[in-house]
């Protein structure tokens, strides 16, 4: 806001209204069992994940990440199990801590040697030096991304390997308390590498609420034939130079390319990245049947692996679930648009607009901009115009009912040729 004191002409740079921010894209979410790390866990791409998870992502422990990265621009990683922290003693009434539970801790190394009147602490994860300070005494040493020193006694020249490090099982009750978490935060693919019938389960009851809250959200499991729209059953492993994934280890990486593809593209005959062969061949017969039944597969095909198909688990097509819905580009499309037209309208209209018939204008000029600008232009509807919003008034003197028509474009997935020889 201008103040003026003296006379002139004063000019200033505001902001101008905007649309509401598109729904987050490119976000995959996993509970993992880990050997170090925090209960929740958010990795970017480009990200050094030493600090964050205790290797580095091209370890082979870090392989479900390093799959979900290859693709997705972030990941909430959870952590089913706490573990023990691994210890050691420094000198007596000195005790030095891991930061986080789970096998990691006993790589780690810490050193004490004197420097005149003060001490050189340096602590090691396997050979690598990963800090060193000049502390007069204990309690002067800052806790760094590895380990805290607690107690008080006197220091002394000492070489102390941590043991004791454990990653235990999983904790009681965490899948629950992951589903209660990861609620709120904003994701676009959860996958689940596990083999427990009772987990997904909840995971796919979860995914079923999160949708109908208008939550652009899908899930990718293993080995079941969920039959859902918002379900992707992934059900071949694969094979890459450092290591091989089980099918249900795979669903990480099927979750990093549907959140890559997102509403941009589909997942048919995507190129997987390092995968040097699947672990089932199959036939085309058999591609065939597992298609019909409504998994999601990895295919060895010209020589590399792919995704066979976009599809998702639906299989029992009804007038609310049609045959297209089956189709993982149309559901995500659909989702999506759902979820960023509730955004728009809760930021811009709820409370802010008279139900008046220039109000109801207003709001019908809003969805028909934001349709035409994020879905039309961008080629992923078809067709769509203003006359394809209808708004009425509701039952209650502050409701009204707005209906959008749009027709997604999937993409060419079947192309029949009759070659003809003349």
């Not at 669903?251 to 941009?264: E, L, P």
Request: proline residues 1%.
């Amino acid at each position: 806001m201008i103040t003026a004191i003296l006379p002139g002409t004063n000019v200033e740079v505001v902001a101008g209204e905007r649309a509401a921010a598109a729904s987050v894209t490119g976000v995959v979410t996993i509970p993992l069992m880990l050997s170090w790390g925090d209960i929740l866990t958010k990795i970017y791409k480009g990200d050094d994940a030493l600090t964050k998870l205790g290797y580095k992502l091209s370890d082979v422990k870090m392989k479900l990440v390093n799959e979900v990265m290859n693709y997705a621009d972030e990941l909430l990683l959870y952590r089913l199990n706490t573990g023990e922290k691994a210890t050691g003693t420094l000198a007596a009434g000195i005790t030095v801590t891991a930061k986080y539970g789970g096998i990691r801790g006993n790589d780690l190394k810490v050193t004490v040697t004197a420097s005149d009147t003060n001490w050189i602490i340096k602590t090691f994860l396997d050979t690598a030096e990963i800090d060193s300070q000049i502390v007069a005494d204990e309690s002067n040493f800052v806790a760094n991304d590895f380990i805290t020193i607690i107690g008080s006694g006197t220091l002394a020249s000492a070489t102390v390997i941590l043991t004791g490090g454990a990653d235990g099982t999983e904790d009681a009750g965490a899948i629950d308390a992951y589903l209660t978490e990861i609620e709120k935060h904003d994701y676009n693919v959860l996958a689940y590498t596990g083999t427990d019938s009772a987990e997904i389960a909840k995971i796919i009851t979860f995914t079923n609420e999160q949708v109908a809250n208008d939550k652009d959200a899908c899930a990718v499991v293993s080995g079941t034939s969920a039959n859902n729209k918002f379900i992707y059953n992934s059900t071949i492993g694969g094979v890459n130079a450092a290591y091989s994934l089980s099918a249900p280890e795979a669903a990480a990486t099927m979750a990093g390319i549907i959140a890559k593809q997102g509403i941009a593209g589909s997942c048919t005959y995507f190129d997987v990245i390092g995968w040097t062969d699947v672990a089932t061949r199959l036939t085309k017969a058999q591609q065939e049947a597992r298609t019909q039944v409504g998994e999601m597969l990895f295919v060895y095909k010209y020589g590399g692996v792919k995704v066979l198909y976009d599809i998702n688990s639906l299989t029992t097509y009804t007038t609310e679930n049609p045959e297209d819905f089956h189709k993982g580009l149309v559901i995500r499309t659909l989702t999506r648009y759902a979820s960023e037209l509730q955004k728009l309208l809760d930021t811009k209209a709820i409370g802010k607009i008279r139900r008046t018939v220039s109000g109801k204008n207003q709001i019908k000029g809003m969805i028909a901009d934001m349709t035409t600008v994020n879905y039309l232009n961008k080629k992923y509807i078809d067709g769509f115009t203003a006359d394809d919003i209808t708004i009425v008034d509701g039952a209650s003197r502050d409701a009204i009912i707005v209906t959008v028509g749009i027709l997604v474009a999937d993409t060419v997935d079947k192309i029949n040729v009759t070659v003809k020889a003349l």
